[in-house]
């Protein structure tokens, strides 16, 4: 079998590949085991035991990675930084400048809700409420997966909060309930 060199990611590409630290482990499990099943070459009967074990081994991973809870880790610095700049250029009142920083971060960070929450929030300030809309119901995903403290709400002219993360992990989920909250509003906005 011929083996090539990895292709080495960007470090905001891991969150892309593996939205979650439980998904990924899942599916490295996964490949482990089909791996094992999928060997073209017959076994000696050491090796008949040994790829035996492997495979029980991938198996209890695999099962005990649906019971273990993922670790929450802090925002990335390289994430968290225009988010929090886009805040602020919120608040001035710079929209394009807060746009640009919000696409920036979620150039880095696909599913981040703060980013897809504030987006939305500009969207629906500019009356696109399908966009909004639709940024929403995304950053509703993958909300609860994101643990960082919310530090600031403010209205962005409109229904939609923009929000501000600060460096500190709750327990919980804070962005979730807001953005819960804010497609709800949207959604009712857009029902009269």
Not at 90 to 97: I, V
């Given at each position: 079998m011929r083996r090539t060199?990895?292709?080495p990611l960007p470090e905001s590409a891991g969150?892309?590949?593996?939205p979650t630290a439980q998904f990924c482990l899942r599916l490295i499990n996964l490949l482990i085991i089909i791996n094992l099943l999928t060997e073209n070459r017959k076994p000696k009967t050491g090796n008949r035991l040994k790829g035996l074990a492997a495979s029980l081994l991938g198996i209890g991973l695999l099962l005990f990675s649906t019971w273990a809870p993922a670790q929450?880790?802090?925002?990335?610095?390289?994430?968290?930084?225009?988010?929090?700049?886009?805040?602020d250029f919120?608040?001035?009142?710079?929209?394009?400048?807060a746009q640009e920083a919000f696409e920036t971060a979620l150039k880095r960070d696909r599913y981040n809700p703060f980013a897809l929450n504030n987006?939305?929030?500009?969207?629906e300030r500019q009356g696109r409420q399908q966009e909004a809309l639709a940024l929403l119901v995304d950053a509703q995903l993958n909300a609860r997966d994101y643990l960082d403290k919310v530090q600031q709400t403010c209205?962005?002219?409109?229904?939609?909060?923009?929000?501000k993360p600060v460096k500190g992990m709750g327990a919980t989920s804070t962005i979730a309930e807001v953005v819960a909250g804010n497609l709800k509003r949207l959604q009712d906005?857009?029902?009269?």
């Open positions: 060199k990895p292709v969150r892309l590949l593996c929450p880790r802090p925002m990335a610095e390289d994430v968290f930084t225009p988010l929090a700049q886009g805040y919120l608040q001035a009142g710079n929209y394009q400048a987006l939305a929030a500009l969207k209205f962005v002219g409109g229904l939609c909060a923009g929000v906005k857009m029902a009269k």
